[in-house]
């Protein structure tokens, strides 16, 4: 599996989760990207990290409320989900990207967040 996310399940509404995403081949220098998707829903992008981590963008739906972050010598991507929503609902993906790519190439298989009411 080139990406392999953990740390999904099932929360109550106003709670918290912390997404991991790791990988021994693809991390590298890559852009960092988390996106999910939600039952009869397309996927849509959440967060995204450059290298260095010094820049960090998130769709409009969880700015404020979910941080990403990174750890180049773990080769690990996080995604803190706080204040989750039942919206949240839906399987998150980690993806990863070299920087002259615009899209994203690399895909790990998901992780379900399922946030209740």
């Known amino acids: 599996v080139p990406l392999a996310e953990s740390g999904g399940g099932l929360v109550q509404a106003g709670g918290s989760l912390r997404l991991s995403c790791t990988s021994d081949?693809?991390?590298?220098?890559?852009?960092m990207g988390w996106f999910r998707q939600a039952p009869g829903k397309e996927r849509e992008f959440t967060a995204a990290?450059?290298?260095?981590?010094?820049?960090?963008k998130y769709a409009d739906s969880v700015d404020g409320r979910f941080h990403i972050s990174r750890d180049n010598a773990r080769n690990t991507v996080y995604l803190q989900m706080n204040n989750l929503k039942p919206e949240d609902t839906a399987v998150y993906y980690c993806?990863?990207?070299?920087?002259?790519?615009?899209?994203?190439?690399?895909w790990g298989r998901g992780t379900q967040v399922t946030v209740s009411s």
């Open positions: 081949k693809f991390f590298g220098s890559n852009i």
């Open positions: 993806a990863a990207r070299p920087a002259w790519l615009s899209v994203y190439n690399i």
């Open positions: 990290i450059d290298y260095s981590g010094g820049t960090t």
